[in-house]
């Protein structure tokens, strides 16, 4: 069944014509992995919580929602039904938490709240006696707290045949209490033959030099491919980067930027520029620190980490992206001459 015939439940990483991970009917370049988990459940030995760590947009989350699928479907239900329930966010006995929709705004919260890993009670409670039940995590790294805590409380005593699939971009960010009831499963970079034989086949359109610059460009990420390729990733990222190698903003040229990446069909090109902005910018602060510049590399790390919580929480809210981007290049500026 082609992947375009599934349709996939909204999540706040959608790409626009490129199916989500749980419409993903392929694992690209992860089929080690793969194997490992289908050997747990063929040889009777399956953990009850599996940690998929690796850095972001290799394929953790896509992996996550093809091993549920082959589990849903090992005691005997139809796996063409079972993989169009999975893409809906339908099959009865897989939960998927992730960011959720924001209260306002028409967006998507900043955070897995504790409200979230609450329905995996309520799950687990309606779901008794169903068979095998799947629980995706997706990030780990987006729950705050007291949502980590309650997941905590969940693995310390799982349900019977359950199954928890934790992705976790960032192994600094999850509690370790909760690495330690996991078994874990890294997943590294992709090759780039791997990213451009998935690119030839979502945009067939795209040229042969398209594809190899874009895969060549992805830094072994099967987003970062996509956002190259559909997102003219390669001109925004030299925009970005000529950008920050200014020593006075040039506003000018942030606000043609701004215009360019908020045009009505560039959604993909906005997240590339966001993606290379706190590139260049967790570079910058590397390179302070290199250079025994303590309190510079420290106001530009405070600087990424208010950052990253205002873009976030502009994501969840809708607010301005223009106006984002300008606020960025201000405070960077005040970061870099305070």
């Not at 089929?31 to 850095?55: I, K, N, V, Y």
């Not at 896509?62 to 893409?87: C, K, M, W």
């Not at 994501?315 to 290049?329: G, P, S, V």
Request: hydrophobic residues 45%; aromatic residues 6%.
């Amino acid at each position: 069944m082609p992947d375009a015939e599934l349709v996939a439940q909204q999540r706040h990483d959608d790409m626009d014509g490129i199916p989500p991970p749980a419409a993903q009917l392929d694992v690209v370049g992860h089929e080690a992995a793969f194997g490992a988990l289908t050997q747990a459940l063929d040889g009777g030995r399956m953990h009850h919580a599996w940690l998929l760590q690796g850095p972001q947009g290799i394929g953790k989350a896509t992996l996550a929602f093809a091993f549920a699928r082959t589990l849903l479907a090992s005691t005997g239900e139809d796996p063409v039904a079972v993989a169009r329930q999975v893409a809906q966010g339908s099959h009865p006995r897989l939960i998927h938490l992730s960011r959720p929709l924001a209260d306002r705004g028409g967006g998507f919260k900043t955070q897995i709240t504790v409200d979230e890993t609450r329905r995996l009670m309520h799950f687990f409670h309606t779901t008794a006696g169903l068979g095998w039940r799947v629980a995706i995590v997706d990030p780990a790294d987006d729950m705050n707290r007291n949502a980590a805590n309650a997941l905590l409380k969940i693995l310390e005593e799982p349900p019977a045949r359950s199954l928890f699939l934790i992705v976790n971009h960032m192994p600094g960010r999850l509690l370790p209490t909760i690495r330690s009831r996991c078994r874990v499963l890294r997943l590294g970079e992709l090759q780039a033959s791997d990213i451009a034989a998935r690119l030839r086949k979502e945009v067939p359109d795209a040229s042969d030099d398209e594809i190899a610059q874009a895969s060549a460009q992805a830094m072994g990420s099967m987003r970062t491919g996509f956002q190259n390729l559909i997102g003219g990733g390669g001109e925004v990222n030299a925009q970005v980067r000529r950008l920050f190698a200014l020593s006075t903003p040039d506003w000018a040229g942030i606000q043609a930027l701004a215009d360019a990446v908020t045009a009505k069909g560039r959604e993909a090109s906005y997240g590339v520029m966001v993606r290379e902005l706190f590139r260049a910018l967790g570079a910058e602060s590397e390179a302070a620190l290199a250079a025994g510049n303590l309190r510079a590399a420290e106001r530009l790390a405070a600087f990424w980490q208010s950052e990253d919580a205002r873009w976030r929480e502009g994501e969840a809210y809708n607010l301005d992206r223009k106006q984002m981007l300008l606020t960025f290049f201000t405070g960077l500026s005040a970061a870099r001459n305070d």
